[in-house]
Nanobody, 119 residues
Framework: QVQLVESGGGLVQAGGSLRLSCAASGRIFSINAMGWYRQTPGKQRESVAVISSGGGTNYADSVKGRFTTSRDNAKNTVYLQMNSLKPEDTAVYYC?????????????WGQGTQVTVSS
């Protein structure tokens, strides 16, 4: 089994910063892409940022220039640095990891961490 442990969420004022972390452990042979998604009540989960195994990144238009994702392959950890936060960034943030466990390609979601931005 694979476990994803997220941390770093919380309450911050508009204009502030937060850094999310997501550490993967368990039956992992290799990790491909790692990503961050977010969801608010009544809305579909949306992609925020994805980073490939080679370090290439892709961001939602709404966060470009404010959010940065990075990864530490030695620690199987992905990060999301969020700057200039806005109230509309308030959501539950989930990490997602695409990996291989020796059987085939799979993906797994973290438990989610709440980010609340006050105006």
């Amino acid at each position: 089994q694979v476990q994803l442990v997220e941390s770093g969420g919380g309450l911050v004022q508009a204009g502030g910063s937060l850094r999310l972390s997501c550490a993967a452990s368990g039956r992992i042979f290799s990790i491909n892409a790692m990503g961050w998604y977010r969801q608010t009540p009544g809305k579909q989960r949306e992609s925020v940022a994805v980073i490939s195994s080679g370090g290439g990144t892709n961001y939602a238009d709404s966060v470009k220039g404010r959010f940065t994702t990075s990864r530490d392959n030695a620690k199987n950890t992905v990060y999301l640095q969020m700057n200039s936060l806005k109230p509309e960034d308030t959501a539950v943030y989930y990490c997602r990891v695409w990996y291989r466990d020796g059987v085939g390609p799979k993906d797994h979601w973290g438990q989610g961490t709440q980010v609340t931005v006050s105006s």
